[in-house]
């Protein structure tokens, strides 16, 4: 079965240190890989996508993210973190042909230390 | 364009009863998929409807339920609610047809089973 692993429960960072969030899923084939931010109280946004191409894909809000088949990974990088980016954040998967639904990691909850 | 909308945003009910949810999705879009968050489980993958066709379907048992409109709104109901099913319900559209594609959230309506 399908699934996506995000090791990190809880990160905190200074302000303007670079950020790293981990995400590793588990699929036979290669699946389509998302980003999303939730805020509290809120939906979630999406920050960005992978379906095929060029591995390094860049998002919304100073975002981007590598993937790296070798490694089932998919990890959402920001050199510059702002107090803003304080979130939670999903790594999702969605199979292919498996059409709209999206399998969430468990999220990454972000604190930004002023 | 005028994002995911979905009504209401908080609700309470007691054990036993029934709800109805709603979602508008973007204009344009075909697609609505229904989501589960809860602290315990994260977020779950409920159904997809497309067209008015129910096309994919999680792992919840039958008394949750859903349709779609002709002018693609959709709803989701929860009969014979449980403590459990207290959540934030969101509900996602998206233009893709048979593939994958962006899915943009609503703000979610927050469920109290009391």
């Known amino acids: 079965a399908q699934s996506v692993t995000q090791p990190d429960i809880h990160i905190t960072v200074s302000e303007g240190a670079s950020l790293e969030l981990r995400c590793n899923y588990s699929y036979g084939a290669t699946p389509y890989l998302f980003w999303y931010v939730q805020s509290p109280g809120q939906g979630l946004q999406l920050l960005l996508k992978y379906f095929s191409g060029d591995t390094l894909v860049q998002g919304i809000k100073g975002f981007e993210a590598e993937f790296k088949r070798s490694q089932s990974s998919f990890n959402l990088r920001k050199p510059s973190v702002h107090w803003s980016d304080a979130a939670e954040y999903f790594c999702a998967v969605a199979p292919s042909g498996g059409y709209n639904k999206l399998i969430f990691g468990a999220g990454t909850r972000l604190a930004v230390h002023p | 364009k005028a994002g995911v909308t979905q009504t209401p945003r908080y609700l309470i009910k007691t054990r036993g009863q029934q709800v109805t949810l709603s979602c508008s999705p973007i204009s344009g879009h075909r697609s609505v998929s229904w989501y589960q968050q809860t602290p315990g489980q994260g977020l779950q993958f409920l159904f997809e409807y497309f067209s008015e066709t129910q096309r994919n379907k999680g792992n919840f048992p039958g008394r949750f339920s859903g349709r779609q409109f002709s002018n693609s709104r959709s709803e989701m109901n929860v009969s014979t609610l449980e403590l459990g099913d207290s959540a934030l319900y969101l509900c996602?559209?998206?233009?893709?047809?048979?593939?994958?594609?962006?899915?943009?959230f609503g703000p979610g309506t927050r469920l109290t089973v009391t």
């Open positions: 996602a559209s998206s233009l893709a047809g048979r593939q994958a594609g962006e899915q943009y």
